[in-house]
């Protein structure tokens, strides 16, 4: 089947008519093949604009969201970024053609096992994956230009905030286990953040020591 058409309507009607503006990303957008990063018995969905199960309790998040969220780090190119919840590796692949390096955190093996493997035969080289609690960052890599946080969080664990440079943008889903709100946070200062709230959306939870028990 050829998913260009879908991946092109897909982009059309769920990115650019609800509001998404930033180009590289839409062009990036319209050349990862999504399909390949769900369930083959769902690859007929892939370009729907929904989030799918992945296994394991978690989602790939719709493509809407996974656009809202890459415009919302304002990359320019050559960043460092760091991902929270790999997930299918989808949203890493985005982040790949747009910084210069990815360094994403799964909390769940098997996930992270199938993300490197698509990522690995689309050519994303730039991405690394860590098996371990996202909620605690990737300190010895940090500071990072950006982090983005694909699970809903209670609240904004600190070393997110600690392991921004200066400049850098954090764009986090924070609230309850129904909705959150999406929050971009901008690291002014040593000591000073600017906050805002982008949108409501809904994630599965942030689990780990600094976010849900479970």
Same mark, same amino acid.
């Given at each position: 089947?050829?998913?260009?058409?879908?991946?092109?309507?897909?982009?059309?009607?769920?990115?650019?008519?609800?509001?998404?503006?930033?180009?590289?990303?839409?062009?990036?957008?319209?050349?990862?093949?999504?399909?390949?990063?769900?369930?083959?018995?769902?690859?007929?969905? %892939?370009?729907?604009?929904?989030?799918?199960?992945?296994?394991?309790?978690?989602?790939?998040?719709?493509?809407?969201?996974?656009?809202?969220?890459?415009?919302?780090?304002?990359?320019?190119?050559?960043?460092?970024?760091?991902?929270?919840?790999?997930?299918?590796?989808?949203?890493?692949?985005?982040?790949?053609?747009?910084?210069?390096?990815?360094?994403?955190?799964?909390?769940?093996?098997?996930?992270?096992?199938?993300?490197?493997?698509?990522?690995?035969?689309?050519?994303?080289?730039?991405?690394?994956?860590?098996?371990?609690?996202?909620?605690?960052?990737?300190?010895?890599?940090?500071?990072?230009?950006?982090?983005?946080?694909?699970?809903? %969080?209670?609240?904004?664990?600190?070393?997110?905030?600690?392991?921004?440079?200066?400049?850098?943008?954090?764009?986090?889903?924070?609230?309850? %286990?129904?909705?959150?709100?999406?929050?971009?946070?901008?690291?002014?200062?040593?000591?000073?953040?600017?906050?805002?709230?982008?949108?409501?959306?809904?994630?599965?939870?942030?689990?780990?020591?600094?976010?849900?028990?479970?």
């Amino acid at each position: 089947m050829d998913y260009s058409i879908a991946r092109r309507r897909m982009i059309s009607q769920h990115v650019v008519a609800r509001g998404v503006q930033d180009q590289n990303v839409i062009s990036v957008m319209e050349q990862i093949p999504r399909h390949l990063f769900v369930e083959e018995a769902l690859q007929s969905q %892939a370009y729907t604009d929904y989030a799918l199960p992945i296994g394991d309790k978690q989602t790939i998040s719709q493509p809407y969201m996974v656009a809202v969220m890459s415009e919302a780090l304002q990359l320019k190119g050559g960043e460092r970024v760091l991902e929270v919840g790999t997930g299918s590796g989808y949203q890493a692949a985005v982040l790949s053609k747009l910084v210069a390096h990815v360094y994403s955190v799964e909390r769940i093996a098997n996930l992270a096992r199938r993300a490197r493997r698509i990522l690995d035969q689309i050519g994303c080289s730039n991405v690394h994956i860590r098996v371990s609690d996202g909620t605690s960052g990737w300190s010895d890599q940090a500071p990072f230009d950006g982090i983005i946080v694909t699970a809903g %969080a209670p609240q904004v664990p600190d070393c997110y905030r600690e392991q921004l440079a200066i400049g850098g943008r954090l764009v986090i889903p924070v609230g309850g %286990a129904d909705y959150q709100v999406l929050k971009r946070i901008t690291r002014i200062e040593e000591d000073r953040y600017d906050e805002e709230d982008l949108l409501e959306c809904r994630f599965v939870p942030l689990i780990g020591q600094h976010g849900w028990s479970r």
